[in-house]
């Protein structure tokens, strides 16, 4: 059976396979490799990211359709807002596209620190949200001030009582009207997840029910309680199941209402951060509800507090990033070479007097059948470590051991393919010990850090020949020179991929979800810099390149860490003459990526 590499399970529609080719389905629904195709006709190479802006901008319009429908489903009377939280996705090649293609929707940002905040500023759609979460100094209280002047829509989250102060010392200075105040509340309730440490009693963020109380009674007495607008909470992301936000919406909803009571008399929203999980895996569904269940579970939660306690339904805004970018970007990245464990017969180079286990070897290899198979098998392993002692030893020597190693690999290809039906569970687990290495040229610390950092999966599948069947367990090497920059065979999460001759023909595999955290999480370990990447865009279904950058040349990333370049050009060219002093030259203005390593040698 062809392989598709669960792109039913993750693929959300974006892609589909046809003629063999991974296809997007959008605009023309031209192929993946038809687009890597056209970059490298204009004559880069290496790996590419592709960014897919519809993507981000069918995310959002689902994210507000299916609140909006559930908000007239339940007959709520709060309105429904959404943010993109920056730290996310900051990259212009992202934001801008969003920006654009969602100020229809009065969609906004969220800021978690001084540059985000300044980016928010600089480029929201005027009349969307700001909110601004994490810990705050003056400096940045005085900014949010500034964005309120400005008319910005802006909500500053406090994080602690210290930042309510400073809100209000810094009201005091400059007698300017404050931006919206919300609280952040530190949940009994924990997320679920590899995240869930953002919520719980311990949490690194929001107030305590001491300090909520503390909060109001501050702001009552400095005449600011109209000031207070939202709650907010986030349980952390990825959650993948939905208990902890149910949890989290009825302490939050019933902080609300209190705060209500109270005299909060502005009061007007809830802020549910973010946790909206999405697919990553390629194997089976690890998340465990639905948009619509999400959706459901927030206004029906939020409806019925409100409603029992006699208070107006809050607006409802929500911060899901990971929803909104991950499946926008695809990395695509050539194949530079296969390093096949695979022997095949000619390299057993016998000698004219073979140690007796050699030659015993070669017999069994002559003599394997379907019945001896296994236990010929298992005799030739015995033999091989026997060898490996007596190399070990001094009594045989190089040739002896790899003829002893080429033998045993080809009895137990053999085995295996003589057994090929009985589903032998021995045999299979040494055929999974039996992988080609695939080297792409990309860097997992680059492109994949949460692979390396917090062992997350993401969906890889070769973007052609899925027309044709992939037999070779594979293990993925980068060009790093880690041992960590390495995806290894994984026998609950088996990768196959195709048997290629590179001499013939080229192999690109596409790493896909990346849109969420990878882009600014990467790092130039080794110093790889990002991949050159892209933005593909229609117009009346004609495809257009847009936004093109090429990856950071040596000598960009050389300035980035503060080198003289000056002085680096004097130590490397002082003694060369051209065309060595071109050389070095053209090689310090490209990037690290290697060229496709083309072996002739026989
Ligand atoms: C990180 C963060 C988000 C984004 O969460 P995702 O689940 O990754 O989309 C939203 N809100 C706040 C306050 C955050 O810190």
Aim: glycine share 6%.
């Amino acid at each position: 059976m062809l392989n598709n590499y669960g792109i039913d399970i993750w693929g959300d529609n974006n892609f589909f396979i046809e003629d063999g080719k991974v296809k997007l389905n959008f605009g023309s629904k031209p192929s993946l490799i038809d687009i890597v195709n056209q970059i490298r006709d204009g004559g880069t190479t290496g790996p590419l990211i592709i960014r897919f802006p519809h993507i981000t901008q069918k995310q959002i319009q689902k994210l507000y359709n299916t609140f909006n429908d559930t908000i007239l489903e339940y007959n709520y009377d709060g309105k429904f807002f959404a943010l993109f939280p920056l730290k996310v996705n900051q990259l212009p090649n992202y934001i801008l596209p969003m920006l654009k293609y969602s100020s229809s929707f009065c969609y906004g940002l969220e800021a978690g620190s001084k540059a985000e905040l300044l980016l928010a500023m600089a480029y929201n759609n005027k009349k969307s949200p700001i909110t601004v979460n994490g810990f705050k100094d003056k400096e940045m209280i005085l900014l949010s001030f500034i964005a309120k002047q400005l008319d910005h829509n802006i909500t500053v989250t406090i994080e602690g009582l210290n930042e309510l102060i400073t809100i209000i010392e810094v009201y005091k200075e400059l007698n300017l009207p404050t931006p919206n105040i919300g609280l952040r509340v530190r949940l009994h309730s924990q997320g679920s997840g590899t995240w869930a440490k953002s919520g719980g009693i311990n949490a690194k963020f929001g107030l305590s029910s001491l300090e909520i109380l503390d909060a109001l009674e501050i702001l009552k007495k400095e005449n600011l309680t109209s000031s207070l607008t939202m709650i907010h909470f986030h349980i952390g992301s990825s959650m993948n199941t939905i208990g902890p936000l149910k949890k989290a919406l009825k302490e939050t909803g019933h902080i609300y209402v209190e705060l209500k009571k109270l005299g909060a008399f502005n009061l007007n929203a809830i802020n549910i951060g973010g946790g909206l999980a999405i697919e990553y895996s390629a194997y089976e569904k690890t998340t465990q509800y639905s948009l619509k269940e999400f959706a459901s579970d927030v206004v029906f939660t939020l409806k019925d507090i409100s409603i029992k306690n006699g208070v107006e339904t809050p607006n409802i805004f929500t911060e899901s990033g990971r929803f909104i970018s991950a499946a926008s970007s695809v990395l695509i990245t050539p194949t530079l070479e296969l390093f096949s464990s695979e022997y095949i017969p000619s390299q057993i180079k016998l000698k004219e007097k073979n140690p007796p286990i050699i030659q015993e070897m070669y017999a069994l290899y002559k003599d394997i059948k379907k019945e001896n198979a296994k236990e010929y098998m298992h005799d030739s392993l015995e033999h091989l470590e026997s060898i490996l002692t007596l190399f070990d030893l001094g009594y045989v020597d190089l040739r002896d051991r790899s003829n002893a190693e080429v033998l045993t690999h080809l009895i137990i290809k053999k085995a295996i393919e003589l057994k090929k039906y009985d589903k032998d569970k021995e045999l299979k687990n040494l055929d999974h010990k039996i992988q080609e290495k695939y080297l792409l040229n990309f860097s997992i610390f680059s492109s994949l850090p949460d692979l390396w950092g917090i062992d997350q999966s993401f969906p890889i599948m070769p973007i052609t020949h899925l027309d044709q069947d992939a037999t070779r367990s594979a293990n993925i090497w980068d060009i790093t020179c880690d041992s960590d920059g390495e995806i290894p065979y994984d026998e609950k999460k088996p990768l196959y991929l195709h048997d290629i001759d590179l001499k013939k023909e080229e192999y690109f595999i596409g790493f896909f979800l990346l849109g969420a955290y990878q882009d600014i999480l990467g790092m130039k370990h080794n110093l790889f810099s990002s991949p050159s990447q892209v933005n593909v865009e229609f117009i009346e279904n004609k495809m257009t390149l847009n936004n093109f950058i090429k990856s950071q040349s040596i000598i960009d990333i050389f300035e980035d860490l503060d080198y003289d370049i000056a002085n680096i050009f004097n130590n490397l060219n002082n003694n060369l003459e051209d065309p060595l002093k071109s050389i070095i030259v053209s090689l310090l203005n490209d990037n690290s990526y290697l060229k496709t390593i083309k072996t002739t040698y026989k």
